[in-house]
Every structure is written in C-alpha cells, then in structure tokens.
C-alpha cells in the first residue's frame, strides 16, 4: 500500500521521480495540520476503508480516515519498542504483572505491544470509534486473551476518579492531542490542561514505578517544554528523563521528517 500524505515539515525538493508519486493506492487531499480535515482519493480505483499491516509481529489494521491519519503513528515504534523490553524485564522480576495506563491511546498498538510484554493495561480514550479500533486490533493480532481494560473515557476525568480510588499504575503513556473532547464534550486544551495531567500521572505512580511516557503532537513549542514539565513532576524521584523528537525517516534515510515531541521518565 503506498499513500501519499500532504507533511507540513518536508519543505525540500522531492526526491521520488513524478511518476512515483503517481503510482501509488491513496492521495490524502486535506489540511496539512495533524488532525486536518481531507479525505482520499484512489487513483488505481477505490480501495476498502482498512488493510492489513503488522509492526514486529502484532498484525491491526491501517485505516483510511477523514483526518490524514492512518490509523497508526508509526513514529511511536521506538515508543513502543521501548515499552516492550521495560515491561517484560519488570514482568520477569515481579510476582505479579506490571500495570500500565495508556491515555489517549488511539487505536491501541502501544496497550498490545506492553500486553504481549507481559503488562495488565488499562487503555483510556474518550472516542467510542478508536476503543472500537483498538479492539479489532486486539482481534486481528488474536490477543483477546490478554488483560486490556478497554476504557472510553475523558482521561483527566478517568485520572482524577482512579486517584480517589486509590488506584496506582507502574507505568503511563500519555498521548494527548492538541485540542480534543472527552465522550460528555470535556474539552482538552494541551497547553492549558497538560501541567494538571503530567500532574495527576505523578501522583497515580505506584511505589514501585518503570516509566512515564508523554509525546505531544502539533504544537508550536520545543521538547525541551515537555522536558521541563517532567523534570518538574518526576525529577525528586530520581531515574532519568529523556527528551527529544519522534522522527520518521525517508527509506534511503537520507531524510528525517520530526513528527512530535516527547519527554520519557525512567525510574
Ligand atoms: C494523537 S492520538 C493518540 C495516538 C496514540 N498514542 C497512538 O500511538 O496510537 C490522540 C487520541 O486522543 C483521544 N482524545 C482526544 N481527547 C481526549 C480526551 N479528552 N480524553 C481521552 N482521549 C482523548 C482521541 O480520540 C485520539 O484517539
């Protein structure tokens, strides 16, 4: 499947001779912003709403969708390879499995990635149609048998409800949008509301803690933002923290293309 999608960020000279660019399945015809509105258009005849892809074994389905995305970030790879290997060393370690909280967790690679490792995961999105998504996903790489809380909720309100329970995670990967509504309109502004989230995330770490994850998408500002907000919340907890910006690069790799900003706590 090759598709081709309008990217803000590549402001060089094409590489691909024209009639590559013409062979290809889908043409996104949208804003350029993360979350603009387009839709697609078929060049060699139309194709069905999803196809099949696979990231290290873990077979879901990419997803043409009114946004320009796909379905998947593939960007979040190094995420979620990262997440596999500190999950299952913890799990080798621990008498019961590590509790990962996955907020805005979209169509779910990152819950089956830290499933399969070895995690219980509590998945929290606030739309129905991603939940949804992310459990065919779940279908489709025959992992219904692992432990997935399938949640749709707004996750500040879900943090705030898990805290007066009493509840703990060992590790949470927060993925918020620029701007986005919870399932009863709750509005999400990240830069108003994220130094409350990271705050919550802070407090809902369990006593024996792997990692906090935080990427962010779209937004005119530099990691070293999402780098301070975590040194702020996690850095009296000793561990490390690691920023940077999650980069896609071309197949001759001859280019990177940045795609997000990220900030991982590492106890
Ligand atoms: C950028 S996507 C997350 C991508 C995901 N981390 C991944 O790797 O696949 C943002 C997600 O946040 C969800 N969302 C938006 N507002 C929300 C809210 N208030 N509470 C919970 N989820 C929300 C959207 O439905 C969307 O699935």
Known sequence: MKIVRPEAQAIWQKALEPKE???????????????GMGRWLFPSGQLGETWPMEWDGITFHGRFTSFRHVGVFPEQSSHWHFLSDMVREA??????????????????????????????????????????WARENQQLADMENLPIRWICDDAVKFCERELRRGNTYDAILLDPPKYGRG?????????DDLPHMVDLTRELISKDPLFVVLTSYAIRSSF????????????????????????????????????????????
């Open 21 to 35: 660019w013409k062979a290809v399945d889908a043409i996104f015809t949208g804003d350029t912003e993360e979350d």
């Open 91 to 132: 799990a080798k370690k621990r008498s019961t499995p590590p509790k990962v909280l996955n907020l805005f967790g979209y169509t779910g690679l990152a819950s089956l990635a830290a499933a399969r490792a070895g995690a219980h995961v509590t998945h929290v999105d606030a739309s129905k149609k991603a939940i949804g």
């Open 183 to 191: 399932p009863k309109g709750e509005v999400w502004q990240l830069l």
């Open 224 to 267: 070293y933002a999402m780098h301070e907000i975590m040194q702020e919340a996690f850095g009296d907890l000793g561990g490390k923290i690691e920023s940077g910006e999650l980069i896609l690069r071309t197949e001759d790799s001859a280019r990177a293309i940045s795609t997000s900003l990220f900030s991982r706590w590492i106890a």
